[in-house]
């Protein structure tokens, strides 16, 4: 620990995955953007460890819990944890990497103080964090894309277009695997991205091995994990040129191959198609089954009442926003 607990703030934002989700827990590529929503967590001394008035709990609190005794260890002072923001919960817009990543962050800055943030760490400790809480099985994607900001990349290989940043493994029920992180900035343009909340919630972890289920019964549906991988390197490709309407093409073509692997909903579909007309892309996001899905737009506010007119509740967002930082509080001092 440092020189004494003291309040600090720290916010992370959620994530947009625009290729790839599902696919890259098999190590294809992938690509994602922080959004503009974030989630703060306020941290202040306290007489006994709690989480917005609740005693933080390891079963409730996996995450916090896992970060705790990672960056504090047991004999911390307690602190009283207050998170707020407006990334919905359990909506595939990565609430949960982004509470890792400003409670880590957070937390790094109470044991030391006067260090810069180590984002590598942080990033690894939080990517072990979402992997035990979705059963063994998770990519970096969420945890690097709220820790970094910007665009983040991962693939099973260096990519030339984006700027290599760490290398991840993970141990998963099906096998090893391997991600090679990577970081770019959005192109400049005109475009948004409107985010179409279900209001259904489908756990990720549920979700994930639903995949794993069905490429383990039926291996010949390894085929539509490649091909979104393909699907993701054209887009990744398509987005590093600026070129938003191949982006959307691509991000269009992404949504049949993951809606065929049965991650969709009616909720999701019925969504999607009010967004079309107005869209230069459209697709699910995040792990399916409800969550969200996020539409690729020059015409932000058309898209958003078509999607809302259908019943879905919006965001929007600009690509490509900074990643975890603390925030001016009397006690920060970075
Ligand atoms: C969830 O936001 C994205 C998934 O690909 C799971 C993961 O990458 O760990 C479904």
Excluded at 116 to 139: F, P, T, V
Excluded at 162 to 189: C, F, I, K
Excluded at 319 to 333: D, F
Aim: net charge negative; proline share 6%.
């Amino acid at each position: 620990m440092g020189d004494g607990a003291s309040t600090v703030v720290a916010s992370a934002p959620g994530k947009c995955i625009l290729f790839g989700e599902h696919a890259v827990v098999f190590g294809q590529p992938a690509v994602a953007v922080a959004i503009e929503q974030r989630l703060t967590v306020t941290m202040r001394p306290a007489n006994s460890w709690s989480v917005d008035g609740s005693a933080l709990n390891p079963q409730k609190h996996p995450h916090i819990a896992m970060l705790k005794e990672r960056y504090l260890g047991d004999d911390a002072p307690p602190m009283a944890l207050h998170l707020q923001g407006d990334i919905p919960r359990a909506s595939g817009l990565g609430s949960s990497a982004a509470l890792s990543a400003a409670v880590g962050a957070a937390m790094a800055h109470l044991a030391h103080p006067s260090q810069a943030l180590d984002r590598n760490q942080l990033s690894e400790i939080a990517h072990q964090a979402e992997a035990n809480a979705q059963m063994g099985r998770a990519s970096p994607m969420d945890t690097s894309t709220s820790v970094e900001g910007g665009i983040v990349v991962l693939s099973d290989r260096h990519e030339t277009v984006a700027n290599h940043a760490y290398t991840r493994t993970l141990t998963t029920p099906e096998g090893e695997r391997r991600w090679e992180v990577h970081r770019m900035e959005a192109p400049e343009d005109e475009v948004y991205l409107v985010l179409g909340n279900t209001g259904v919630h489908a756990p990720t972890s549920q979700q994930v091995a639903l995949v794993a289920e069905t490429v383990s019964k039926h291996p010949e549906r390894m085929n539509d994990i490649l091909a979104i991988g393909t699907v993701a390197r054209r887009g990744l490709e398509a987005l590093t040129q600026g070129d938003y309407d191949a982006v959307g093409r691509a991000m269009s073509e992404n949504h049949l191959l993951l809606r065929g692997l049965g991650v969709s909903s009616p909720e999701l579909e019925s969504l999607i198609q009010a967004a079309l007309p107005t869209s230069l892309g459209v697709k699910l996001t995040g792990a399916g089954g409800g969550g969200c899905m996020v539409a690729l737009t020059r015409t932000p506010k058309e898209t958003s009442e078509a999607i809302e007119l259908a019943g879905g509740r919006t965001l929007i967002s600009r690509l490509g926003n900074e990643g975890v930082r603390l925030e001016p509080s009397p006690n920060n001092r970075s």
